[in-house]
């Protein structure tokens, strides 16, 4: 099992930038993707980014694709979300996830095995 602890939230203003962490610790040998999901008020947990862990390539939700980068540290088994023209919709609590298992695909929450607690990122206008 792998447990996660996000790191770097909080409050800032449209148009600022912020960066995410996420460190991994337990069975990091087993990770396959990590991955940063949001969860609006009142509304489902969505997709926002994901990274294959061996090769590094990331995946992105359409409406972040142009403002967020996601980056891993292996040696630190940390995973990377920078963000940049934060708007007042980005406003969530932002959620790490590991996927240890292998699935054809990794921006499903279905697709994800262990869960940080969230941290929260509100965007003021």
């Known amino acids: 099992q792998v447990q996660l602890v996000e790191s770097g939230g909080g409050l800032v203003r449209a148009g600022d930038s912020l960066k995410l962490s996420c460190a991994a610790s337990?069975?990091?040998?087993?990770?396959?993707?990590m991955g940063w999901f949001r969860q609006q008020a009142g509304k489902d947990r969505e997709f926002v980014v994901s990274?294959?862990?061996?090769?590094?390539?990331?995946y992105y939700a359409s409406s972040v694709k142009d403002r967020c980068t996601i980056s891993r540290d292996n040696t630190k088994n940390t995973v990377y979300l920078q963000m940049g023209n934060l708007k007042p919709e980005d406003t969530a609590v932002y959620f790490c996830?590991?996927?240890?298992?292998?699935?054809?695909?990794?921006?499903?929450?279905?697709?994800?095995?262990?869960w940080g607690q969230g941290t929260q990122v509100t965007v003021s206008s």
């Open positions: 996830a590991a996927q240890t298992h292998y699935r054809r695909s990794n921006y499903y929450v279905g697709d994800f095995d262990s």
């Open positions: 337990g069975r990091t040998d087993s990770l396959y993707s």
């Open positions: 990274i294959s862990w061996g090769d590094g390539r990331g």
